[in-house]
């Protein structure tokens, strides 16, 4: 474990890190915060610098979504306190409300990070309320404390070394499709002929979901940086639904492969392996056109797969091949195929929606 933190440490300390620049960046926007606490007197001096490092994110982006949240959370918060505080309300009260608030603190602070702001606020404001008679000024003191380090964490992040979440979008859905497509190959093989382990599918699984996650922070950090119309932040919005559906789809198509049943028919296996062979370099084109679009091969006609696949299966229909086949085992080769094809139409949509981002609409 130690020799791995080094080994991060050392290929992370130099200036083309983003880390790196981060650190540098926050180090000095924690220090002017600590020094404009000194030279403003503020009676709570932690929280200004307490904020600074709370809100700043790598990206601009990041530090803007987190800071608004951080400053609308802690005003309400800070109102609520103020209000529950001039109600004068009995000392056993006053007890009540803290606990139910650092309560509703662990609750939600996974959920909404504004809801966790808010309570964690009043319960300091109510704090402070019981320990002393002023106390309903500590909650104009904290709005104020907040803000001024949602300010010097923002201009901090556009001022020194700016570093954009949209920049660095296309180099974590490249990743991401990479991911998938690793995934899909390898439930492509172990429908077809076995071999992949459980363990194997599930690390593969995470894998591609814990890249969605990341992608799922970065989109709604560029979707907070300015320079954006009101479109693109729906593209975004839209291609992340479009990736999300596509990991349902993975799973959905590794809990048909765990039920088994004997895995495709014979009479359509070379169908079966050509239409999972063109779903695979349909996720290739995507992944290539995701990260140099000029580069890519035109894209691939998966429609016109998916019809001379249907036509195999029709055709091994008539032949009568389904027949005296048990009922589990073709609802389970239908579901297969179902899956297949909405994989398509979906890896076709993100397609789009990229063309969409980089050369507009229409």
């Known amino acids: 474990m130690f020799a791995d933190a080094l080994k991060t440490l050392k290929k992370e300390f130099c200036w083309k890190s983003i880390s790196f620049r981060h650190a540098v960046k926050a180090a000095i926007a924690i220090t002017v915060a600590i020094v404009a606490a000194r030279f403003l007197e503020l009676r709570h001096a932690v929280w200004l610098p307490i904020s600074v490092i709370v809100i700043m994110r790598p990206s601009v982006g990041g530090t803007l979504r987190i800071?608004?949240?951080?400053?609308?959370?802690?005003?309400?918060?800070?109102?609520?306190?103020?209000?529950i505080l001039f109600l004068e309300p009995a000392t056993a009260v006053?007890?009540?409300?803290?606990?139910?608030?650092?309560?509703?603190?662990?609750v939600l602070r996974v959920f909404s990070y504004t809801a966790f702001s808010c309570f964690l606020t009043v319960a300091v404001v109510l704090l402070l309320g019981v320990l002393f008679t002023d106390g309903w000024q500590f909650g104009v003191e904290r709005i104020l404390d907040t803000f001024l380090g949602v300010i010097i964490g923002v201009v901090a992040s556009f001022g020194v070394w700016p570093n954009l979440?949209?920049?660095?979008?296309?180099?974590?859905?490249?990743?991401?499709?990479?991911?998938?497509?690793?995934?899909?190959?390898?439930?492509?093989?172990?429908?077809l002929k076995g071999g992949i382990t459980e363990a194997e599918l599930v690390e593969s699984r995470i894998k591609a979901s814990v890249q969605l996650d990341q992608c799922r922070e970065f989109f709604r950090e560029a979707a907070a940086e300015p320079g954006l119309q009101g479109w693109q932040r729906s593209e975004l919005t839209r291609l992340l639904r479009t990736f999300t559906r596509m990991h349902s789809l993975l799973i959905s198509m590794s809990t048909i492969i765990r039920r088994g049943y004997g895995g495709p028919l014979p009479s359509i296996a070379d169908g079966m392996k050509k239409i999972l062979s063109a779903t695979t370099e349909y996720y290739a084109w995507l992944e290539c056109y995701a990260l140099t679009p000029d580069e890519c091969s035109d894209q691939p006609d998966f429609d016109k797969a998916i019809d001379d696949f249907m036509i195999a299966v029709g055709d091994a229909r008539i032949k009568g091949d389904f027949e005296d086949v048990p009922i589990e085992r073709r609802n389970n080769i239908s579901a297969f195929i179902w899956n297949?094809?909405?994989?398509?139409?979906?890896?076709t949509r993100a397609g789009k929606r990229l063309h969409e981002l980089r050369y507009g609409r229409g």
């Open 67 to 83: 800071g608004w949240k951080r400053l609308w959370g802690t005003v309400l918060g800070a109102s609520l306190g103020v209000g």
């Open 94 to 106: 006053l007890v009540s409300l803290i606990a139910l608030s650092f309560f509703l603190v662990i």
């Open 340 to 347: 297949i094809r909405a994989l398509g139409g979906e890896i």
């Open 165 to 191: 979440a949209r920049k660095n979008l296309r180099k974590k859905i490249g990743t991401l499709v990479e991911l998938q497509k690793s995934h899909f190959m390898m439930l492509s093989e172990s429908y």
